[in-house]
C-alpha cells in the first residue's frame, strides 16, 4: 500500500509561493519538505516491514538500537518504529506524520492541523531521542493528557526496550523522583517548573525530584510558549500577614457605581470618586485615608474596590467547594493553582464571604518560559504554530514550517456576520444553529468566557434547544462532552479551546448533513486562538464548516477602541452591512495582540534581570550543597574575615552539616527578601518616566544594588547566628531559626492592574489635584 506522494499535495503556485517565503526567511516558512523524500522512502520501508514475522522484526529492532538514529539520519528507525506502532498501538503513521517526525527530531517546530495525529508523532520523536540515550520529557497541555498518552504509548516503548512514566500533580515526592527517572517522560511544563523550584529548596545534595532537563518535546507548542509563558510558577511558604478587615469590605461593598466609584473604560482600573471617598471614610469612623498613618488602609480600599468592580464571577474566577478557583483567560477553564497576589486573594474570597486563604511569602519563582529555555534541546508542534513563529523564533530562536495535511480539507469558512449589539448577535446566532440542529448537524459553539457560555445556553433554550454546557464549572467532564459532540443534532456550547487534544468524531449521519459547525460568539483577543477554535471541524477531510457571530459590543472592541460614529446601513435585525466596520472588528482584534505581545516583552525584559540574578545564587548554593572543594572553608573566610578561632572553630568535621545548613538557611531567606524588594521596585518603577528615565534601566542599577547588598547581608546574617550558636547545637532549629513548616506551590496571573501608562497618566493627575485626588484608582 503507497500513500499519494507528499509532493502532490502543494499546487505550483503555493510552492513558488513558499519558495519566496523561505528565500526572505519570514517567521513560519521553514522548508519542511526538503526531507519529503527521506520521509517516502521511510514510509514505503515501514510497508514492507509489514510482511516481516515477530522475530524477524525484533532483528531489525536490535539492530537499530545497536546502532541508534541521529538527526542527520533516521530514516530506518523511523520506519521500524512506524510499524511497531501499528502491530502495538493500531495506528501506522502517515507519510505526513513521518515527514513532521523527522523535522522535530532535527529541532524544527512544526503546524499540524488538528485531527493530523500529533499525538503519534510525539510518540515517534520522543523514542527517536531516547534510542540515542537522551532523557526526554513531552510537556502535553494538562494532567489528562500525559496520563493518557503515557498509557496509550507504553506498549510502544516497551518494545524499543524504553521506559516510560507521567507526572502529575497528585503524586507525592517520591514517586515523583521515581517518575522523573525513566526514559521518557509524559507531564506539563507546570510540573516540572514547580519540581525544579522545589528541588531549588532542598537542603540535601541527593533529594532532586527533576533527574535531567536534556530533551522537551512541547504539545501545543503555542499555548505553552506564548498563552502560559509569561506566568511566574510560585513556591511560598506561611506569612503572618492580615486578611483585609471585614468592616472595610463591606464599606467598599456597599459603594454606588458611576456616584463613588467609576470603571475606566478598558475594564482595568476602577477609581474613587470624591464622593466615594467621603463615603467611605464616614463608613469607617470618620477617619482620613489620605493621612500618612491610613497608607495600609488605603491601599486596602483599593484592592477591596479591584474585587469588588473589576474581578467577575463567572467570567474571572468561579467559586466552587468553597474556594476561589481562577479561570485560565485563555482556555475558559479552571486554571489549576492558580491565584492572584496575596491582597487581592484575600479581598476576593471575603467579596465572596469565603474563608481568607492561607497568606504566603514568596520563597523562589519562575517564568514558565524560564522552565523550557532549562533544556538543551527543544522541539514541538501545534494546530497553530505557524500563526505564532514570529514570537516562537524571537523567544527561542527555533524555525517553523507547516505540514501539509494528509487529507484535503473539506471545511468552508464564511465570512463574519458583524451585528449592532450583543443581544442582536445571540439571537441570529441561536436562529442559525437552529437550523444546522433542524438537518442534524452537530453544532459547537465558542464562547468567551463560562458567563457568556451559560447566557447563551439559555437563549437556545428559549428556542427549544437543549444544549451540553462545557466551561470551568464542568470541565472534568470535558472529554465525554467532546466525545459526544460530533453525534448528529448535538448541540455542545463551550468556552475557547474546547476539547484541544481530544478529536471531535461524527457518525455517519453528521458526516451526511455536513459536518460539524463551528460557531464562534464574538472573536478572541488573537486571530490564533479563533483558528484552533475553527480547527474543531475538519479533521482528516470530514465536512465542516465554520462562522463567527460578531458585535460592536464584544470585548475585543471594547476593550480596545472607542468607535465614534455609527453604521449607515444595518439589517432590521441588527446586521451591519457596512463592510467598513468589519475592518475596524478586526483592527480591533490586532490592537488585543499588539498590547498582549508588548506585555509578554516588558515582563520578560523585567525578569531576566532577576533570572540572571538566581543563577548566581543558585551556582553558590549548589557549591554549598555539593561540598565542593574550598567552597564551605572559602564562605567562613568571608563569615569571619577577622576571627581565625570562630573560623577554625566551625571548619572542624563535626560542625561542618551544621554551617552548611544555616548558611543555606540564610542564602534562601537572603533570596525571598531580594525577590519581595524588587516586586515592591516593578509596582512603582514606571514613575521614573516622569523624570525622563528609562524604566527598565533604573530597575536594573536598583536590582544590582540589591544583588551586592543580599551577599553582605547573608554573610552578616550567618556571623550573627554562628557567634551566638552554643556548643550543643546540631540543627537550625537550636539556633532559633525556622524554614517554613510548610510550602505550596501556585501561579500567580498577570499584573491585574493595569498598564504601566495609566499609571503614569494617573500619577500626573494626582500631582495636578494635588494629594487628595478627585479620583484614586489602584496604582
Known sequence: MTEPRLSDRRSPWATVRGWVRSWKQEPGSENLLRLKRSAESCYARMIELETATSAELQNVVDEVLRNPPSPEESTGFFA?????????????????????????FRGRVVDMATGEGKTLVGLLVAAAYATMGRRVHVLSANDYLAERDAEFGSAFFESLGLSV???????????????????????????????LLRDRQRTQNPDTIVDAMDVAIVDEIDAVLIDDAMVPLVIAGEADSQPPDAELVDAVRALRPNVDYVVDADGLAASFTEEGVESLEAALGGLNLYDDDSNDLLTAAHLALHAHALVHRDIDYVVSNDRIELINTTRGRVADRQRWPDGLQAAVEQ?????????????????????????????GMSGTAAEAAERIQEDLELRTGVIPRNRPLRRTDLPDRLFLTRAQRNEAAALHVAE???????????????????EFASVLADHGISAAVLNAKNDAEEAEIIARSGTAGTVTVSTQMAGRGVDIMLDEEASRAGGLLVLGLARYDSTRLDHQLRGRAGRQSDPGESVFYTSLEDPVVTENLEIGVTPDSVSGIGLIEDAWFQEVYEHAQRVAEGKALQLHRTTRSYHTVTDRHRVLTLRLREQILSDSPGSLDGLLDSIFPDASAARQRWKQPEKRELVRQVVLFHIDQGWADHLEHLAGVREGIHLRVLGRQNPLDEFLIIANESLAHLESDYLARCAETLCRAHDEARAIEDLGLRRPSSTWTYMVTDNPFGSEAD???EFIGRLVRGKRPRAVRYV
Not at 168 to 183: I, L
Not at 356 to 364: E, M, P, Y
Request: proline letters at 4%; hydrophobic letters at 40%.
Open 351 to 379: 467579596k465572596e464571604r469565603l474563608p481568607v486563604s492561607q497568606q504566603a511569602r514568596v520563597l523562589d519563582q519562575m517564568l514558565v518560559e524560564a522552565v523550557v529555555r532549562e533544556y538543551t534541546a527543544l522541539t
Open 165 to 195: 512514566s507521567a507526572v502529575t500533580q497528585s503524586m507525592p515526592r517520591r514517586s515523583r523522583r521515581d517518575s522523573f527517572k525513566a526514559e521518557v517522560v509524559y507531564t506539563t511544563v507546570h510540573q516540572v517548573g514547580f519540581d
Open 80 to 104: 521500524v518504529a512506524g510499524e511497531l506502532a501499528r502491530r502495538r498501538l493500531g495506528l501506522r503513521p502517515f507519510n505526513v506524520q513521518l515527514l513532521a517526525a523527522m523535522n522535530m
Open 759 to 761: 499609571r503614569v497618566v
Open 436 to 454: 444546522a440542529r433542524s438537518r442534524s448537524r452537530p453544532v459547537l459553539v465558542g464562547t468567551g468566557s463560562v458567563r457568556e457560555s451559560e
